[in-house]
Protein backbone atom coordinates (compact mmCIF):
# COMPACT_ATOMS: atom_id res chain seq x y z
CA UNK A 1 0.00 0.00 0.00
CA UNK A 2 1.20 3.10 -0.65
CA UNK A 3 0.06 6.25 1.46
CA UNK A 4 -0.34 10.09 -0.05
CA UNK A 5 -0.34 12.71 2.43
CA UNK A 6 -0.94 16.49 1.31
CA UNK A 7 0.13 19.72 2.95
CA UNK A 8 0.86 23.66 3.37
CA UNK A 9 -3.26 24.73 3.05
CA UNK A 10 -4.94 27.42 4.65
CA UNK A 11 -6.44 30.89 4.39
CA UNK A 12 -4.87 33.57 2.27
CA UNK A 13 -6.16 36.75 0.92
CA UNK A 14 -6.97 37.37 -2.50
CA UNK A 15 -3.65 37.95 -5.17
CA UNK A 16 -1.88 35.70 -2.16
CA UNK A 17 0.29 32.28 -2.66
CA UNK A 18 0.49 29.10 -1.09
CA UNK A 19 2.67 26.15 -1.75
CA UNK A 20 1.12 22.79 -1.35
CA UNK A 21 3.00 19.73 -0.94
CA UNK A 22 2.32 15.99 -1.64
CA UNK A 23 4.34 13.25 -0.11
CA UNK A 24 4.16 9.26 -1.27
CA UNK A 25 5.66 6.59 0.76
CA UNK A 26 4.98 2.93 2.08
CA UNK A 27 5.27 -0.13 -0.06
CA UNK A 28 8.25 -0.06 -2.97
CA UNK A 29 7.15 1.76 -5.83
CA UNK A 30 7.91 3.77 -8.55
CA UNK A 31 6.13 7.10 -9.81
CA UNK A 32 4.69 7.41 -12.96
CA UNK A 33 2.60 10.62 -12.60
CA UNK A 34 1.53 13.07 -9.82
CA UNK A 35 -1.67 15.17 -10.06
CA UNK A 36 -3.23 17.50 -8.04
CA UNK A 37 -7.05 17.94 -8.46
CA UNK A 38 -9.61 19.91 -6.34
CA UNK A 39 -12.85 19.79 -5.08
CA UNK A 40 -15.84 22.35 -3.99
CA UNK A 41 -18.41 20.84 -1.86
CA UNK A 42 -21.53 20.09 -4.22
CA UNK A 43 -19.21 20.21 -7.29
CA UNK A 44 -17.14 17.70 -9.41
CA UNK A 45 -13.78 16.73 -8.68
CA UNK A 46 -11.55 19.19 -11.22
CA UNK A 47 -8.35 18.30 -12.46
CA UNK A 48 -6.18 21.03 -11.67
CA UNK A 49 -2.25 20.35 -12.81
CA UNK A 50 0.22 16.99 -13.02
CA UNK A 51 3.64 15.97 -13.84
CA UNK A 52 4.32 12.43 -16.22
CA UNK A 53 7.29 10.19 -15.58
CA UNK A 54 9.51 12.34 -17.93
CA UNK A 55 8.64 15.39 -16.06
CA UNK A 56 6.45 17.20 -18.19
CA UNK A 57 4.02 19.61 -16.54
CA UNK A 58 0.47 20.69 -17.50
CA UNK A 59 -2.35 22.66 -16.05
CA UNK A 60 -6.02 23.71 -16.26
CA UNK A 61 -6.91 26.50 -17.85
CA UNK A 62 -8.16 28.16 -14.94
CA UNK A 63 -4.96 27.75 -13.42
CA UNK A 64 -2.68 28.27 -16.37
CA UNK A 65 -0.11 31.25 -15.72
CA UNK A 66 -0.49 30.98 -11.67
CA UNK A 67 0.15 27.69 -10.28
CA UNK A 68 3.58 26.08 -11.25
CA UNK A 69 4.25 22.11 -10.21
CA UNK A 70 7.67 20.97 -9.60
CA UNK A 71 9.07 17.12 -7.91
CA UNK A 72 11.58 16.28 -5.92
CA UNK A 73 12.09 12.49 -7.01
CA UNK A 74 14.33 11.83 -4.10
CA UNK A 75 11.32 12.58 -1.23
CA UNK A 76 8.86 11.17 -3.72
CA UNK A 77 6.89 14.70 -3.58
CA UNK A 78 5.43 16.72 -5.97
CA UNK A 79 4.93 20.48 -5.23
CA UNK A 80 2.29 22.86 -5.97
CA UNK A 81 2.93 26.32 -6.25
CA UNK A 82 0.01 28.85 -6.04
CA UNK A 83 0.34 32.98 -7.17
CA UNK A 84 -2.17 35.13 -7.42
CA UNK A 85 -4.96 33.51 -5.85
CA UNK A 86 -8.61 34.09 -6.18
CA UNK A 87 -11.71 33.33 -4.14
CA UNK A 88 -12.63 30.41 -6.82
CA UNK A 89 -9.57 28.92 -6.00
CA UNK A 90 -11.30 27.85 -2.92
CA UNK A 91 -11.64 24.70 -2.23
CA UNK A 92 -10.03 21.30 -0.99
CA UNK A 93 -7.01 19.89 -2.74
CA UNK A 94 -6.35 16.28 -3.29
CA UNK A 95 -2.53 14.74 -4.95
CA UNK A 96 -3.63 11.74 -7.49
CA UNK A 97 -0.37 9.51 -7.20
CA UNK A 98 0.34 7.44 -10.17
CA UNK A 99 2.54 4.31 -9.36
CA UNK A 100 4.17 1.26 -10.27
CA UNK A 101 3.85 -1.53 -7.36
CA UNK A 102 6.86 -3.75 -7.40
CA UNK A 103 6.35 -5.85 -4.25
CA UNK A 104 4.81 -8.82 -4.73
CA UNK A 105 4.03 -7.91 -8.33
CA UNK A 106 4.59 -5.12 -10.76
CA UNK A 107 1.11 -3.32 -11.76
CA UNK A 108 0.00 0.43 -11.92
CA UNK A 109 -2.08 1.67 -9.28
CA UNK A 110 -3.49 4.84 -8.19
CA UNK A 111 -3.34 6.47 -4.92
CA UNK A 112 -5.36 9.41 -3.54
CA UNK A 113 -4.55 11.63 -0.63
CA UNK A 114 -7.05 12.59 1.95
CA UNK A 115 -6.94 16.77 0.91
CA UNK A 116 -5.89 20.03 1.99
CA UNK A 117 -8.31 22.91 2.64
CA UNK A 118 -7.32 26.28 0.75
CA UNK A 119 -9.73 29.07 1.49
CA UNK A 120 -8.74 32.56 -0.68
CA UNK A 121 -10.84 35.50 1.29
CA UNK A 122 -10.20 38.87 2.69
Known sequence: QVRVMESGGGLVQPGGS???????SGSTFSINAMEWHRQVLGEQREWVAGTSA????????????????????????????????????TAVYYCKVVVI??????????FWGSGTQVTVSS
Do not use: W
Not at 104 to 110: C, L, M, R, T, W
Open 101 to 110: MKDPIQYEAD
Open 18 to 24: LRLSCAA
Open 54 to 89: DGTTAFADSVKGRFTVSRDNAKNTVYLQMNSLKPED
